[in-house]
């Protein structure tokens, strides 16, 4: 049963990697390696914890989108047995 998941996995991730080669690359790599290297920011970040902020959001926004999908699920099964 492994090699059928295995098997799943490696024909998304070549469908995957062909999509991203037309894909362009991120414009904000040089001014994120900038960012990384300030003082100033890694002072500020001790005292305000942004990494922290952006993984909470990240799962608030992903129990929100699991609960409209939750919803919109049950609401599709009760249009079918009515």
Known sequence: MSSVWN???EVLNSIL???FVFL??????EHITEMADN???QYLNWFIP???F????AVWLS??????AYQ??????KAIGD
């Open 72 to 77: 919109i699920i049950l609401r599709w099964i």
């Open 17 to 19: 990697s062909a999509i």
């Open 24 to 29: 362009p690359m991120s414009p904000f790599t």
């Open 7 to 9: 098997a799943i996995a």
């Open 39 to 41: 003082e100033v920011l």
């Open 50 to 52: 942004i990494a922290d």
């Open 63 to 68: 129990a929100i989108a699991l609960y409209y």
């Open 54 to 57: 952006i993984t909470i959001t």
